[in-house]
């Protein structure tokens, strides 16, 4: 059973850091695509950042280009966004989502397209 569980989330104020981790089970990285998104009270959830084992090819919303970082731990199972400069609008739950498949140049980004979720970790940032 494929299993994601986020961690990390909390309360920080405007300009801090936090880095969220998302622990996969029930199957490995290798070929898989690896996101973050979040949604915001009364918004659509968005693509974040997401990752392709495959290549290595990794995306990041406009947003929060230069600002978050995705990584993983293969070894681990692991996948982490770290989280800088954050804004109140960074405030939202954050999930993490798995999809199968060989992506080469681009992890796919639309939530439609990953397969597994996560619970969710709650981000809220303070002025």
């Known amino acids: 059973e494929v299993q994601l569980v986020e961690s990390g989330g909390g309360l920080v104020q405007s300009g801090g850091s936090l880095r969220l981790s998302c622990a996969a089970s029930g199957f490995t990285f290798d070929n898989y695509a690896i996101g973050w998104f979040r949604q915001a009270p009364g918004k659509e959830r968005e693509g974040v950042s997401c990752?392709?084992?495959?290549?290595?090819?990794?995306y990041y919303a406009d947003s929060v280009r230069g600002r978050f970082t995705i990584s993983s731990d293969n070894a681990k199972n692991t996948v982490y966004l770290q989280m800088d400069s954050l804004k109140p609008e960074d405030t939202a739950v954050y999930y993490c989502?798995?999809?199968?498949?060989?992506?080469?140049?681009?992890?796919?980004?639309?939530?439609?397209?990953?397969?597994?979720w996560g619970q969710g970790t709650q981000v809220t940032v303070s002025l």
């Open positions: 990752f392709s084992n495959s290549d290595g090819s990794i």
């Open positions: 989502a798995a999809t199968s498949g060989f992506y080469i140049g681009l992890p796919p980004n639309m939530d439609y397209e990953y397969e597994y």
